[in-house]
């Protein structure tokens, strides 16, 4: 169990981020609106004193009177959004105080019922976040009801989670995202860039200084005006915007207007004939070499062989995961979803270079496992191997989250080797806990109940011809006793524990 409260807080770093910079940006924009109210009722009141004309004074003073009602609708909107971020930090403030009141008010006592219970709500809620937030950034986006659909604000919203995520700042994300992705919109990306142009430059500066999305989406914009034949339009882009980005990074900023540049020499139609497959031209093979125009041909192709790049639709996929790299990094939002962070981390910590034997791994059943099978060490009775309190890095439902994530350091556990853990908590080397629990003398508890030394010797040097499953059906006949509290559990109670 975590006992500290700074954890959750590193791992909620986007839920008080990300209401902050929304709260920033709402409380600018009330800021530049009042402002604007403010000088256009100063130039109106002007206007209304120097005009004689009785029916256009009581033109402009209606015309004052609606701006003055637009005015005040639109405040009491930026104040409710306001009001309803307040309220988010507020209850996610809440949410930590209560991890810090569990911590001090059960510290020594996690054994007990209570403690766990509470325990386990906390960090269910916790579990059922990351499944929200993976959900809601891999879901399918529906461009006219995405948050209707979207099955990560469906759950969080049955679940009563949803004033703990902020998915509507997500799905603005993947809203712009997939505009540009699968409809080529720049539009709505350069009026984002606009509206961001302060946030975008302090990301720059904190990441690469060399790369800007503004560049990159005009540079864009140039491209497909060379596609469609609009030069005039590109130059223009290429002489207003392109040539600005020129001080930021000139070797490589300069060689891509260069390379786009050179786009304009060729004709349009030689251009799109450069995008479609190369025809066939097998059968000039031989007289080409003596054909003075088929190798002018080759030559000018083998020119523009570099510029192709500039006009596949790659590009597209590329501009649309920058521009989501700088909206989750201006907002606080996790590059990727925290629950594939955490799994990769435990599931790292865990691996080591013993796991996932493919031996092991194809003898395994592909039939459906019951959640039950982990929990309780039962006796194998179908004949499905290596799945009863078996390392999880191995089991058949993990492989494909953990076949390739990079191993452990540690070769085996640093504490025992094959490690249990018993109801108090205690964790001790298995082999010893049976042996152990016989020469134990002194307690008030029935010997009977313990296995012998001298029978677990001998059931150990026999495993290999009785069987796993033999051997362990002879041990569930006797219960172990823990060597320092004396309290004897049975064997279904032990769990198999993998600490490194």
Same mark, same amino acid.
Request: proline share 3%; charged share 25%; glycine share 4%.
């Given at each position: ?39 256009? &009722?100063? &130039?109106? @009141? ?12 009581? +033109? ?15 405040? =009491?909107?930026?104040?409710? =959004? ?46 059922? $976040?990351?499944? @929200? ?59 984002? &860039? ?18 800007? $999305?503004?560049? =990159? ?46 786009? /304009? ?14 025809? #066939? ?16 041909? #080759?030559? @000018?192709?083998?020119?523009? /062989?570099? $510029?192709?790049? /500039? /006009? ?30 955490? $799994? ?7 691996? *080591? ?28 009775? +179908? ?20 076949? +390739? ?8 556990? #640093? ?8 109801? #108090? ?68 109670? @032990? *769990? ?5």
């Amino acid at each position: 169990m975590i006992h500290s409260v700074d954890f959750h807080l590193q791992l909620k770093q986007s839920q008080f981020r990300t209401p902050i910079e929304v709260l920033r940006k709402n409380f600018k924009c009330i800021q530049k609106l009042v402002e604007t109210q403010k000088s256009y &009722c100063i &130039c109106q @009141i002007k206007l209304i004193e120097n005009t004689r004309n009785k029916q256009e004074k009581l +033109d402009l003073i209606d015309a004052t009177i609606r701006q003055q009602e637009m005015f005040s609708s639109d405040i =009491e909107r930026m104040v409710k =959004e306001h009001n309803k971020y307040i309220s988010k930090l507020k209850l996610r403030v809440h949410k930590l105080k209560q991890f810090q009141i569990i911590y001090d008010g059960h510290t020594g006592k996690f054994s007990s019922e209570e403690a766990l219970a509470k325990y386990a709500a906390v960090y269910r809620e916790e579990i059922n $976040l990351l499944l @929200i937030d993976f959900l809601l950034k891999s879901s399918y986006m529906d461009p006219i009801h995405s948050d209707k659909y979207n099955s990560g604000v469906i759950l969080a919203k049955k679940l009563g989670l949803d004033n703990l995520i902020d998915y509507d700042v997500i799905l603005q994300g993947l809203e712009i995202y997939n505009e540009i992705k699968f409809h080529k919109n720049l539009k709505i990306l350069i009026k984002w &860039c606009t509206e961001n142009k302060k946030s975008l430059k302090a990301i720059q500066d904190e990441n690469d200084p060399k790369s800007s $999305l503004k560049f =990159e989406t005009y540079f864009q914009s140039f491209i497909e005006n060379v596609k469609l034949a609009e030069l005039s339009k590109a130059l223009e882009i290429a002489s207003e915007y392109l040539v600005n980005f020129l001080d930021m990074n000139v070797d490589e900023n300069l060689y891509k207007i260069a390379s786009g540049a050179a786009l /304009l020499c060729w004709n349009r139609t030689y251009l799109d004939d450069t995008v479609r497959p190369t025809h #066939n031209r097998e059968h000039e093979k031989s007289y080409s070499f003596y054909d003075q125009s088929m190798n002018m041909v #080759n030559q @000018i192709e083998g020119n523009i /062989l570099p $510029l192709k790049e /500039l /006009l596949e639709e790659s590009k597209w996929s590329k501009l649309a995961d920058f521009f989501l790299f700088n909206f989750n990094s201006i907002y606080g939002i996790s590059q990727k979803p925290d629950l594939l962070l955490l $799994l990769s981390v435990g599931a790292t910590a865990l691996k *080591t270079r013993s796991c996932v034997r493919p031996s092991t791994f194809s003898e395994v059943s592909t039939r459906d496992i019951n959640f039950d099978d982990y929990l309780i060490d039962t006796k194998n009775k +179908d004949g499905r191997i290596a799945i009863h309190n078996e390392c999880p890095i191995c089991s058949p439902d993990l492989y494909e989250l953990t076949h +390739d994530i990079p191993f452990s350091h540690q070769v085996k556990s #640093n504490i025992y080797d094959d490690p249990v853990m018993l109801p #108090n908590g205690n964790i001790y080397q298995y082999d010893k806990l049976i042996s152990k629990s016989s020469k134990i003398s002194g307690e008030n508890f029935d010997r009977s109940k313990l296995m012998p030394a001298q029978l677990f010797k001998e059931l150990k040097d026999s495993i290999g011809t009785l069987g796993k499953n033999e051997f362990t059906g002879l041990l569930d006949n006797y219960e172990s006793l823990d060597p320092l509290t004396g309290e004897v559990f049975k064997r279904e109670q @032990i *769990t198999k524990v993998f600490p490194t």
